[in-house]
């Protein structure tokens, strides 16, 4: 309890979705199931290049992206068209929403690189 006593609830309602294993499903949640799911969400992308340990623990790596963990679960594999496979183990201050910050080796390379607007492919186990 939330300390809304009195407050009426909200009913939700359950829905069955058929999917086929790998099936790509576009936009966000996905339906729940066994196995591995994947979706396509539009997203903004920027760089970033800081070292040290990702929200995860791990070292911050070539493979990595920031997401943020409302949208994109951790722990979850992100395809961008150009940039190819990473994992999404990090969270950044300012990544809310629909935004994915890509992990560069140097700053001016994050920095030339800038803003783009892709749709992202994500798939959580």
Known sequence: SLGL?????AKIARV?????????RTGYPPPSRRGY???RLPVKVTFYSRRGPTFLGLPAGPDEVA????V????????????????????GGLVRGNHIDVWMPSRRLADRLG???????IVTS
């Open 5 to 9: 006593r009195g407050a009426p609830r």
């Open 16 to 24: 069955r979705v058929p999917v086929r294993r790998g099936e790509i």
């Open 37 to 39: 799911q994947a979706w």
């Open 67 to 70: 997401v943020d963990p409302w």
């Open 72 to 91: 994109i679960p951790l722990g979850s594999r992100v395809y961008l068209p150009k940039i190819g496979w990473r994992w999404a183990r990090d969270t």
């Open 115 to 121: 803003v783009w607007h892709e749709v992202a492919t």
